[in-house]
């Protein structure tokens, strides 16, 4: 698939509302690659593949971002990603959306693009390689009722979600496509990488 064939009935959406409170600073707003930042490096890779392409935030602080409707605003007090979710499947009038974490640069289109496939028939589906990744996949509006009831028992475990639910895993081996920036030694791990791919 290339920019002239986006995808046109799923939207993505990029989570960019927690804490980072491993990092130490919001993580979102740290220069990547030839960007400005993580979450614009992210947004602008992107976006030649989806015909409709969001943020998902708390607050607006994307000034790259000009159509401020693209902005999915979590107002919750709480920092959740069963928050989130429930705020991007009422908030968009698609059946299924892909979800993607701005801290996963490295995710391949052909990876994305499988796991759009794979996604019909189940109320979610996301990759897993070693580990299980909750947050980079398709879920469906399907589950809206599920994540009311955990927000409202206030438990906030997307792995629970997942097996709870008729979820696929969709197996893949490169580990380090997965990379999560979430501490300082990965996102200069991160810098290395993307410095070495546009030098």
Not at 44 to 68: A, G, N, Q, V
Not at 81 to 86: D, G, Q
Not at 99 to 115: Q, S, Y
Request: hydrophobic share 40%.
């Amino acid at each position: 698939m290339d920019a002239k064939q986006p995808f046109d009935d799923i939207p993505c959406v990029i989570l960019s509302g927690g804490k980072s409170s491993r990092m130490g600073e919001d993580k979102s707003l740290l220069p990547f690659g030839q960007t400005n930042s993580l979450i614009q490096f992210q947004y602008e890779r992107l976006k030649p593949y989806f015909k409709h392409i969001y943020i998902s935030s708390k607050t607006d602080k994307f000034d790259f971002i000009k159509d401020k409707s693209s902005i999915i605003y979590d107002r919750s007090e709480v920092y959740s990603p069963i928050v989130a979710l429930k705020a991007i499947l009422e908030q968009l009038p698609f059946q299924k959306v892909f979800i993607i974490t701005v801290d996963i640069p490295f995710v391949k289109i052909e990876t994305i693009t499988k796991l759009i496939k794979e996604s019909k028939g189940f109320d979610i589906t996301v990759a897993r390689t070693l580990r299980t990744h909750n947050l980079c996949g398709v879920y469906d509006k399907s589950i809206l009722l599920y994540l009311e009831q955990m927000i409202k028992d206030d438990f906030h475990k997307v792995g629970y979600l997942i097996n709870k639910l008729n979820s696929h895993l969709v197996k893949f081996t490169d580990d380090m496509e997965f990379l999560n920036l979430n501490k300082k030694e990965e996102y200069q791990l991160a810098q290395t990488i993307i410095s070495s791919i546009y030098n």
